[in-house]
Each structure stands twice: as C-alpha cells, then as structure tokens.
C-alpha cells in the first residue's frame, strides 16, 4: 500500500494520470471494510537470462493484453504469494524496471480476488499435529500460491499503472524498501525463537551456562539486534515523499535485511549444534503414549534434575517440528528469500550507494589529483 | 569392528584378558553369515554436567547389573542408532571416558538384535511418496532407534569389556576416530548431491555460468574435497596397533569430519539461495497431476528455452523433497551430529596436539630462555 | 565526560556526595580554557586470572594510598592511553566493577597532565615520511602511552569518586558504552577508506566493474552501515539519566561496535585481495626517484590505459603504508580493541539481554507450563 | 625445476623440439654448483582487462623480441620475485595461457642473474632491530625485486619453449601447482607461529585455560592441519608424467592453499584478538632500557605470577614486531597472494572438476532422463 501511495502520486506528477485518485479511494474502501490483502509482485519469470520481452511466452510476466474505455485485461501468473488462498484483494505490481518496449508489462492493479479468471494454486505447509501434546506452534501453517490472471478485466479505478514503464522499477524498489524495512522488525522475532529454544534446551539439559553455549547464545542476540538496529536506523532517517507517505531510508531496509537472510541458516545450524541430535531421531507422539514404548521413553528421557520427561519431550518435539520438518524447511527458504534474497540486497546497496566519495577521500589521502 | 578389534588385543595385553579371541570368533561369525550390525553407543546421558555415576539413575549409561559364570546381564538405553530396525547384531561399545568408580559401565559386548529384553522404539523419517513423478530418492528413509537394555543376558563369549575402565575412552574415542575417518569418505557424497542440485536448477534456469553462481560452486567444490583429503591424510599416515589392525591418524579423521560438520547448513544455504523459493512454494504433484491445474502449472513452470516444465517440475520436487521436508531437516542434523559433533572433534584434535612444541618455536624466535 | 556526568549524578543521588558539582565545576573550567582531555581508563591489570585486591602488587590498578583534608593521593598505571603526550588533562577512572574490599580501587579524577608525579611513556607510530611524493595520510601519526601515577596529589573538587565501590562498574560500563557508541561513528570512517582505496586500485587496475570485486566492496558497505545503523539505533533509542544527560542504547553501541571489532581483519583481507601482491613488493620511493631505476619503474607500472605511472605509484604507495606498515597493524590492533574487545561488547549485551523472555515464547509455543 | 621437467618432455614429444635435453643439462649444472635460482614467473601485467597481445606495451608481458642462430633475445620485466637480489640464476616461465597470435610471449628459460640486460629493483623489509633484547626473528627479511629484462640474450641451450603457445598455460598451472602443494607444508609453519604466539601470550596472561581462548587456538590447529592434510593428499594421489617426474594431485594443492590464503587475516585476528592491544601501544625498547623509564617499565609489566618482566617483553615485542609492523603487513599480503591469490585458485579447482557427474547423480535422484 505505502509504495502504491508514493509511486502512484509521482506519476501523476510526471504524467497527469488520476493514479494516486485511484488509490485513495481504494485504501477507503480497504480501511472501510477491513480487507486483507496480498502482494502479488514475483512474476514466474522465464528464463533468467531474458527480459520480460525476450521471453519465449509473453505471458512468464504479467502484462496488459488489452484495454477499453472500461478497463484493461491483464494475463500472466505471481509466484510465492504467500496467504493467497485468505485475502480479500490482490495487489499486483511489477517485479522489476521496464524497458520503453516493455509498456505492456508496466501494470499494477488491485483485484478481489474472486474475480473471474483470477485462480489460485497453493503449496500449503503445517507441523505435524499433536495428538495429546498439544502446542500452539502446531496449529498453524502457512500457504503459498501461485496466482493466475487468465485475461482477468480490472475496471480503471483500480488501476495505479498502466504503461509508464519509467516508473515500474521504482514501484518494484520502493515496495522493496518497504519491505525489507517491514523484515527488520518481524525477522528478529524468529531469532528470538530460534534464542529461546536454544536457551532452553540448554538449560533442561544441565548447561545453561556452558562458555560456549553462552557465547552462540549471544551470538544470536547480536544477529536479531543488529538487524532491527538497521530498521531503527531506516526508520529515523526517513523521508517525506510527495505523497504525504515517508520512505525508510532503503539503504538501512537493505543491510538489515541483508544480515537477517545470510544469517538465517547458521543460526538453524546454532539451534542444532546445541539441541544435539535428539530432534532429528525423537521417536513419535505415538510412541510416546503407547503403554508399552511410552515407559521406556519415560525413564530414558532424563536430563537435568527436576526436569519432567514431558517437559524434555514437548522442548525437543517442538524444536523437532521448528527444525526437522517441512515447515522448518520452509521457513529456512523464507529466510533466505522471503521479501528479496541477500543478492538483492546486495544490489539494492550497490546501486544507490555513494561510491565515488569514497574514492575521493583516498585521493587527497594519497594525494592523487585528477587533471582537469 | 575395527575399533573393538584394536582395543580387545590392548586390553589383553595389559590385563590378561581374553576379548580379542572373542572379537576374532564374532567376527568369524559375523562374515560367515553376511551379518548387518549397528554401533550402539550413544547412551542417553542424563544431566550433561554429572558423570555416568553421578546421575540420578545409574541407567542413564548402559552398565552391568549383574555377572554370572556364563555371562553378564545389562541394562540402559543407547540412542540414535541408525538402522535400528535392521540389524541382526547391537555391537554395544562406552560413551565416553569412566574413572576407577565406574568399572560397571566400561561394557562391549555384541548381542543379536532379536535377544530377550532388547527392545527399539524407532523415528522413521522418509521423503513424501510420489504418485507419477516417480523418483529413486523417494523410495529410500532412515530409522534411528532407541536402544533398550532391559535386562539383557550377555554370554562371555561375546563381551569384548567389562570393567576395564581405564580402556572405556580408548574405545569410545578409536571407535569415533575410524568412524571419523570414514565420515571424511561418505560425506563428500552428499555435498556432491548438493553441489550437483545447486548446477542443475541454476542450468535450467539459464544462470549456470553467472559469477555469482560458479564462485559458490566453487566453494562446494572446496568444502567436499578438503573433507575428503583430509580423510586421504589419515588414511596415508595410518599406524598398525598390536592387533594387526591400522588406525587412520586421528587428527585427520578429527578435521575432516569438523570441517563438514561445520559446513553442512551453510551447504543447503547455497543450495536454497540459488535454488530460490521455489522449492518452498511448489505445488503439490496432486495439482500437476490435476487436468484442473496442471495446465497452468505446465505453462508457467518455464525457465531456458528447451528445458520442459516436467524437468523443472522434477528438479524443484527433488530439492523440495530434499531440503524443505522432515528428511531434510533430519539430513543438517545428521550432517552436524552424525560421527561426533563439531565440539567434540575440536576436543578430539586439541586433546592429542602437540601445542607445547609451537610455544618452544616462539620462544626461540622471541629469543625467550627458561630457567633451569 | 559524559560518563562522570551521568555517574557523579547517581552517587551524589544514593550517598549524599558532591561530585556531581565537582564534575560541573571542571566541566566549565575544561570548556572555558578548550582545554583536551585523555580517558585514562584501561588499568594495567597484572594477572588476568585475579582481581585487583588479589594482585601481588596492589599497583596494578590505580588506587588511593592517602586521603588528607586537601585531597587524595594515587598510585598505579594506565595503559593504552591515545594521544597522551598532548593533552591538557587526564581523566581517569576505574577499568571495570570493585568489590566491598575494592573501594580504594573505585576511583575517578581529573588531573592536569603536567603535575607531579604523572609520568607518560609513550609508543609513536607514523606513516614513513615522503620525499616527493607529498600526501597528506603520511603527515600524521598517532601516539599511545602509559601513564604512571606516582603518589599523584589529586585536591577534593578534583575528585569523581572515591571508594564508591557499586558504581564502579557502573562508571566503567557507562563510558564503554559512550565510548562505543562514537565507535560507531568514526569506525564506519576507516572502511570508507578502505572502501575507497579497493574501489580505486580495482578501477585503476581496468577491473573496477568485476563482478568478485563489485561484491566485495558491497560487503564493505554492508559492514560501514550497519556500524553505522546500530549507532543511530542507540541514539534513536537513548534515554535521559538523572544528571540530565541522554544515554544511548548500550546494547546497540555494543552490537555495532562489535561488528567492527570482529571484520577489521576482514576488510584489510578485502584490501590486499582485490589490491594485489603489489603494496607489499612495491620499490621505494628513493627507487622511483632515482634516475637509473625510475624509467624501468615508470615503464612498468602499467594498468588501465589512461592512467599515469605517478598515479599508480600513489595509490600502491598509499596502500603499502596502509596496509603493510607499522601504522597499519597499528590500525588492525585499534580496529579490534580500540573502545573495547569484541569478546566484551558480547559480555555488555548478554549481561543486559532478556534472555528470558525469549524463552518464555518457546514455552508457550511448545506448550510447556512451569508449575506453581 | 619440476614444472618446467615435466612440460618441457611435453612440448619436446608434441613438438620433436629438444628443450627438456636443455633441461637436463641445466639440472646437472645447477645441482653441480649448488646454486640458488628464482622463479621468474608474474609478468607486469599492465591493464587487467586486456591479453598480453593487446596491451599497449608489448613489454608488459616478457616476450621474444629477436631470435638468431645463437639464441633469443627477450624483453619484459617480472615482478615480485622473492629473494631477487640473492639468486644465481632467474628461471623464467609464462604467467597464463596464450594464444596463437601470442607465441612471443609463451617463452621460458633459465638465464644467470648478472647476465648484461637484467636489473633488479628490490623492496627489502625486515623486523626493527634489537638493541638489548636480541631475538632470531629480528635478524632476518626478506627482498622482493622487479625483474627487468632490457634486451637479454640467451643462448638456445637455456631455452625451454619458445613459441609453443599451446604449452603455456600449461607450464604456467603446472610451475602454480607444484608451488602450491609446497605451499601446503610451508604455510602450516606460520600458523604454528601464530598459535604458539597466541598459546604463549595466554599462558603469559595467565588465562591460558580459559574456554575461548583454547577453542581460538583449537581453530588455528585445525586451519594448519587441514592445509597440511591437503598436501598429504596431493602427493598421495600424485601421477607420474612423461619426464619420469610426478606431479601432485592439482586440486588437493588449489584447496590447501586455498584454505591458507583465505585464513591468513583471520590467524592474525586470533592473534590480536588474544594478546590484546599490548603489542601496538607498547614502549619502544629504548623506554625499557632507559633508567628514567625502565624501572615503570618493570614494575607495570606483570601478568601471570612467576613471569618475568622481560620475559612479558620479549613475547610482546615480538608480537609487535611480527603483526604490527612493515614485515608483519608483508607476511598477510604473503599470506594472500604467495603461489597464487584465492581466485586464482578457485578458477584452478572448478577448471578441472568433473561438475557434470554431480549432475547426473542428481538427474538420477530426481529421475531426470535426458533425451536422445
């Protein structure tokens, strides 16, 4: 929504478009109505090694393959788009900059998401449910779809971008920025879980304060600190867009997102390191109720003092379904990837980055000057 | 095997005993009738700061309950026994080290899996079945089990310890060392399975030759053949014991094992960084199989030109069914904890370091001079 | 200062002190006369292994010896102290937290550099000086000391503390963490530079846009800004103390200098990789001066067309006495300890973490309760 | 010597030339004079970017400039030659692979240092010298020269290719690795230096025990064994050429040294990290022996007790001297680029890796068949 409000307001600056009118109305509307929305960016994307236009099927990205007085028709499928079965709306916008030739595929839009020719393909991903163990991890999941538009028509006022391909990779970066801004504050709450669990399995275990488990303890503060040290940052550095909206200064959205999704795998191998193997070969729930394994499970699943069996086997069945499971597998890609993958990052840092400054401070230190 | 074969000849030499005949008539046995066995020797531990004698449940570390004239009767668990299901023989060795005091838990023995009061409760762990994109990874699991000595009765001509405590180390530690040494051998086989994944997703999607990707191959490349010339190292500077039997050098096997111990998430991090997302968020085979949904999936399951949507469909599976499932997660922490953790090789390679003599360096070179 | 002021403030406050108005009175003095001032913090210290009460020679850290109507009296020494041979003032307080028998250690004053009995021992460091070619990074050095303080005669209204054992570690930990803070400020400043210099010697070499070589500086600036981020976040996230003056975050001062402490290594290993052999082979100056050597070296020195010989004997003299000098290790040793080793920034953040909160989500995630 | 044995055989059995006869006489000579020789390989270089053909300069690649009945005429200059002003003779070799249009440039032969054209311009560095605290360290350097060819005549009899550019990068990987498999028993030596220094510097501090000290120095152990341990494999699996003379196995000399190259920095941030700031603020051993500031001196510098004060010096100074000096920033340049940068090695090892069997495992997991 907020790089919707920024890009659509530049636009009608440079362009005389009604976009950002368009998108006012629809926030009312959104606001009004408490809807739940996606953001549907990531295109299938073809071959990596062609543009949107080179591609073999013009379809690998959204694009407009029509328009009238009422509206356009839009065709082409959004990868990855996570919680697509329970949102009211899609918002679509482009995954990347855009070429003068590539108008057709500048196109952003919101669609209900019941809207014809609008279709949903989920990959859906839960813990294993507990049979009399019960734990709040295991009663969610996540889904992620695939979302087709096979030629869906989207009436004019909800369009925000319809060919100004100038524009297109400054929505897919703002977006970006946004994002990973948003990434800062939510991805330190998986390290705290990955912390705690840690922390935990320590303790029960008797070695709470063993140097080493101490020292990766903190390692895993420094990581889930320093990444929403970079939100702060992004966030009081700040700026006002024409839009009324402020920007995070993207730089910081970038480096703490970079952080978290490089990090993401250590600190899983954090968790495994201390857990030990336990989590990898716990025999099951049902074993554990059944009268004739369940005793043997009982006695042999000791470890600190005062530390119940079914307090050992509900720590390590949860770091078991956190870790060794489809759903830890999950979360370890949406780590890596989810809101942009460090190489990204990377590239976002690069790009706006004042490089040449740089070179100029070693210049006069070196004193090197430059002719005229 | 080998490891009760080098430390039965040592303890017979300097107590009189007679465990290498023992060993060398199982082992006749054992090769005669093809026999498949496990190493049962991770007991269960308890609290991880009180030796075997200072638990609370002296069971919590397999020990002798009992002798008799025609053999010994034990009790304990060992757990992660690997093929726990399978096997005809438990080879059962210590832990770890034992002190004077604990002379009832320094017990080998080798016992038929099928003997009274030996039972297994087991984890199994299996890649999801495939209904038509039929898959030889998906046919195979693993089993590790929980061993129970539930009063188990060991005749004499198969104990290879029993109460020799100042040997309990040197078994457990020449049992890790061989075990070590052969990680150095079978682990480079799976970075071959990751590095080869991580080459073909990023060759069908048109990438195989970017920078970026070749240089993290690269480090695949590196991470899998040190492990393994480490293991060549230890093997080329092996030593023969008074058993006949040669022992690979133990510092190797330590390093070869430590560096891919510590290297395995950051392995599956590669491969899920260049994989990208997908593999988190394919659709299920039922909606390929679907005439519904296969079409669209079909259509934009596309990457370089000439790679077909079931090629791509089969590679993001394999990678899904390989790093985003309970078998996956099982895999890092086998990679971590299998043979040994990272800590213990590092105790492993400090414990036997000559670090005395490269202080004697220094001082040399710092012109440093020790009183008489 | 900022340290004494917040502390003399909460003495003052918990014992009826004055040396909140002594520090006001200096504070005035010091701003009037533009005078400069040392932190004089780091004690010698003596065996690692003891506290200060515990040494064989109480010396090791400073401490009072006499205390008469007019003042005290100092013993001991302070080390690492930059830039002692110029200031105006010492300011010296104590290196870490005092016990009940410690108060003669908890002490902190102000003394003007030249009085009796203050002795400085200092270690110069400088850039080898140019003959020719003048640059501005070979003017200036820098100059650390022990500062001995022999039976020093500190007055009353010079005095910060005196026997106020709890706050001892309170004073020291106040500094660190103002201290690192600024760290994370001006360290950002020495990888601009090394930023630069990588940047330059690649874009002179005509490899400045090689995809290895434009990650690396990328890493560079991942590494500035997110010292930089986690200084803004203390300062975002500051808080006022009684004296009036704002504290930052301490654990942000801590995780940004932290980051620093532990990549300084890694940026110098950015430098000599992307620079080549060449800073530490180059001929020198006097080489390049000499008329029988300098057409062979001015012939040779060869890179991207465009470039003159001189500029290239710049940048990698520039280089070399960065990075292959005295003043260079210098650098390194200050990048590591310089505001305190990383292994005390993770110290600073544990100590103050709220590790158990962390573990309280996983209890509820993994539905363990804590009974009554 | 080896390199140029082996591919001189090659070239002669290709060719029907007589270099490696040339070879063997220049052998027998060498060895009959007990002489001393350099390897003359890095050429200059000039632009990055472009092929010894299409540089500027033709010189900056050393290249046959004439070629009579007597011999060649050769042009060029090398750089960073170890040891330059001390050697008997130059052996001159190619630094890369060329082309067809490039067979001046693919010339290798062995000519003696004082031979009329050769000029030598060297970069000495050495430890600071010791006035009173003498020390072996300080009393050796090391000289890197610029190896300037002006016109030099060689008779035939000294050359060992000329012309046969398809032999070029072959004579230059093989001389590379070779060099690196040396390279994998002689770097472990620096890190022995290091860990004792830092194993010393410990024990000195009286924290020679303290848990991340000793897994710092368990680190530094395993970098050196597991170099070592890739040169063990290197020669193991060495195959036997055509001259008779065996050659490493390449990919085990490009990990070993691999591995030193990309650890060097962080062995010299365990150091530092270790022995704290001492070795770059301490007192010149002028202060130490001065009787103003000596007694200070005595008094301050105490650790663990039972150490002496000088002893406390002379470990410090030489730390100093060894990580915070010109030789010390020399030895991490060394460290990097000696027998080939990291990159260099990366490109060695993926060059010659069988990546396409790694696939085809895959494949066959992900039941991947290839069409006809």
């Given at each position: 929504m907020n790089a919707i409000g920024v890009v659509t307001k530049e636009i009608d600056e440079a362009k005389g478009t009604k976009y950002h009118d368009n998108f006012i109305e629809f926030l009312k509307y959104y606001q009004a109505n408490?809807?739940?929305?996606?953001?549907?960016?990531?295109?299938?994307?073809?071959?990596?090694?062609?543009?949107?236009?080179?591609?073999?099927?013009?379809?690998?990205?959204?694009?407009?393959?029509?328009?009238?007085?009422?509206?356009?028709?839009?065709?082409?499928?959004?990868?990855?788009?996570?919680?697509?079965?329970?949102?009211?709306?899609?918002?679509?916008?482009?995954?990347?900059?855009?070429?003068?030739?590539?108008?057709?595929?500048?196109?952003?839009?919101?669609?209900?998401?019941?809207?014809?020719?609008?279709?949903?393909?989920?990959?859906?991903?839960?813990?294993?449910?507990?049979?009399?163990?019960?734990?709040?991890?295991?009663?969610?999941?996540?889904?992620?779809?695939?979302?087709?538009?096979d030629d869906v028509f989207v009436p004019w006022d909800r369009v925000f971008m319809c060919g100004e391909w100038e524009f297109a990779g400054r929505l897919a970066l703002t977006f970006a920025g946004f994002h990973r801004h948003s990434y800062c504050g939510c991805k330190p709450a998986v390290t705290d879980i990955i912390m705690g669990a840690t922390a935990l399995v320590a303790e029960y275990s008797g070695v709470g304060n063993a140097p080493h488990i101490v020292d990766e303890l903190t390692e895993l503060m420094i990581i889930a600190e320093l990444v929403y040290a970079s939100g702060i940052a992004a966030a009081a550095k700040a700026t006002k867009t024409s839009s009324g909206i402020y920007t995070p200064m993207f730089v910081y959205s970038n480096t703490g997102r970079y952080l978290a999704g490089t990090n993401?795998?250590?600190?899983?191998?954090?968790?495994?390191?201390?857990?030990?193997?336990?989590?990898?070969?716990?025999?099951?729930?049902?074993?554990?109720?059944?009268?004739?394994?369940?005793?043997?499970?009982?006695?042999?699943?000791?470890?600190?003092?005062?530390?119940?069996?079914?307090?050992?086997?509900?720590?390590?069945?949860?770091?078991?379904?956190?870790?060794?499971?489809?759903?830890?597998?999950?979360?370890?890609?949406?780590?890596?990837?989810?809101?942009?993958?460090?190489?990204?990052?990377?590239?976002?840092?690069?790009?706006?980055?004042?490089l040449e400054s740089k070179k100029q401070i070693v210049k006069y230190l070196a004193g090197i000057e430059d002719e005229e």
């Amino acid at each position: 929504m907020n790089a919707i409000g920024v890009v659509t307001k530049e636009i009608d600056e440079a362009k005389g478009t009604k976009y950002h009118d368009n998108f006012i109305e629809f926030l009312k509307y959104y606001q009004a109505n408490d809807l739940v929305g996606s953001t549907a960016q990531t295109d299938v994307k073809g071959d990596r090694k062609a543009r949107p236009s080179q591609q073999e099927d013009p379809d690998l990205y959204v694009h407009v393959v029509k328009k009238t007085n009422k509206g356009i028709v839009v065709r082409g499928a959004k990868s990855h788009i996570t919680m697509g079965p329970y949102v009211d709306e899609h918002l679509v916008l482009p995954t990347r900059s855009m070429t003068k030739e590539e108008g057709d595929w500048a196109v952003s839009f919101a669609i209900p998401a019941d809207t014809d020719g609008v279709r949903i393909i989920s990959h859906i991903v839960t813990p294993r449910q507990r049979i009399d163990l019960k734990a709040p991890y295991n009663i969610y999941g996540v889904a992620d779809s695939v979302v087709v538009f096979d030629d869906v028509f989207v009436p004019w006022d909800r369009v925000f971008m319809c060919g100004e391909w100038e524009f297109a990779g400054r929505l897919a970066l703002t977006f970006a920025g946004f994002h990973r801004h948003s990434y800062c504050g939510c991805k330190p709450a998986v390290t705290d879980i990955i912390m705690g669990a840690t922390a935990l399995v320590a303790e029960y275990s008797g070695v709470g304060n063993a140097p080493h488990i101490v020292d990766e303890l903190t390692e895993l503060m420094i990581i889930a600190e320093l990444v929403y040290a970079s939100g702060i940052a992004a966030a009081a550095k700040a700026t006002k867009t024409s839009s009324g909206i402020y920007t995070p200064m993207f730089v910081y959205s970038n480096t703490g997102r970079y952080l978290a999704g490089t990090n993401i795998y250590h600190e899983y191998d954090i968790l495994a390191s201390i857990a030990g193997g336990l989590p990898s070969t716990i025999p099951t729930e049902e074993d554990w109720l059944n009268p004739e394994t369940g005793p043997d499970l009982e006695k042999y699943f000791r470890r600190k003092p005062g530390i119940s069996a079914e307090k050992l086997h509900r720590i390590y069945r949860f770091i078991s379904d956190f870790s060794c499971s489809a759903i830890g597998g999950w979360a370890q890609y949406a780590g890596v990837h989810g809101g942009g993958s460090p190489v990204m990052e990377k590239i976002g840092i690069r790009s706006e980055y004042d490089l040449e400054s740089k070179k100029q401070i070693v210049k006069y230190l070196a004193g090197i000057e430059d002719e005229e």
